[in-house]
């Protein structure tokens, strides 16, 4: 018996599928360009072919982060616990009327993300309703949930099922997200102990920082990002390049937070400008050419 042709409304059934998971992408797209110039032109120097998901997967991350960092007049447990709900059955159904739900269990499903790089995330989200400041337990655990599980779900994005791959890289990208972090904190010391009442250097008191607390955290931060090069040194084709360039962001603005004093710190928000991201792009793209990365 020949095989009948898909009907008329059977493809446009599947056009307009199409549409609704292309404008969800869309979306998340759009919230990352909004939130972040340096991720977003890390990701426009990856391959293509990897676009749509890891802004599937930023737009996912950032949207649970504005719930407990910035919807301070509204239940954010109570927001970020239905999140959380529609998240795993957004992933176990296939679909989410939530846009971002949408492109992130796209993304999850179609890489087999697993489950624990989720729960980890979400738990570092939960954490900051509550913790005002961390020991080193705790600090290692968010530092794991909020950065390095990101890391390892872009990983599973550019590895594109090659589990070997994966795992020898594993390392060094939780190094890579570690360093992210942590520069992160460096930079954002005063807003988030006056806006948010946080201070997550475990030890590291907000009121005494100095010069030799400053000194510990940028060592521990060096050892980050050098274990995280030899990872992205062996990345894959169409991923190194795009990963480099926000490793490059990073380091030129953690190297201006070394150069400030701790007074520096928690006086004003260091930047890069964007003329010096336009910069370094252009020049990570020199070292691209010549297989210098």
């Not at 018996?1 to 307009?16: I, K, N």
């Not at 909020?146 to 990208?173: I, N």
């Not at 006056?194 to 030890?203: C, E, H």
């Not at 190194?240 to 701790?262: C, H, N």
Request: one cysteine or more.
């Amino acid at each position: 018996m020949t095989a009948q042709p898909p009907s008329v409304s059977a493809l446009e059934s599947f056009d307009h599928m199409r549409l609704y998971e292309d404008t969800c992408f869309d979306c998340s797209k759009l919230i990352t360009q909004n939130y972040s110039t340096s991720f977003s032109m890390g990701i426009r120097s990856l391959d293509k072919r990897f676009h749509a998901a890891i802004y599937g997967i930023y737009g996912y991350v950032r949207f649970a982060d504005e719930i407990v960092d910035t919807f301070h007049k509204y239940p954010k447990r109570k927001l970020l616990e239905r999140f959380k709900k529609e998240t795993y059955v957004a992933i176990e159904e296939g679909i989410s009327l939530n846009p971002v739900l949408q492109s992130f269990q796209q993304v999850v499903r179609q890489y087999n993300i697993e489950r624990e790089l989720i729960d980890a995330f979400l738990w570092s989200m939960e954490m900051d309703l509550d913790d005002n400041s961390y020991d080193q337990s705790l600090y290692d655990t968010y530092i794991y949930g909020s950065a390095e599980v990101v890391g390892l779900m872009c990983l599973r994005v550019f590895c594109e099922g090659d589990d070997a791959k994966y795992q020898k890289l594993l390392a060094p990208a939780r190094s890579l997200g570690s360093a992210f972090q942590k520069v992160n904190f460096l930079r954002d010391m005063r807003s988030d102990k006056l806006d948010r009442g946080r201070v997550y250097f475990p030890g590291v008191s907000y009121e005494r920082f100095d010069l030799q607390a400053k000194k510990a955290i940028e060592a521990d931060i060096q050892k980050d990002f050098d274990h995280a090069l030899e990872g992205i040194k062996n990345l894959p084709d169409g991923a190194r390049f795009g990963v480099y360039t926000a490793y490059r962001y990073y380091l030129e603005l953690f190297d201006k937070i070394r150069k400030s004093t701790p007074e520096g710190i928690l006086m004003d928000r260091i930047r890069v400008p964007n003329p010096t991201k336009v910069y370094l792009l252009m020049k990570s793209m020199v070292k691209q050419r010549f297989n210098l990365i």
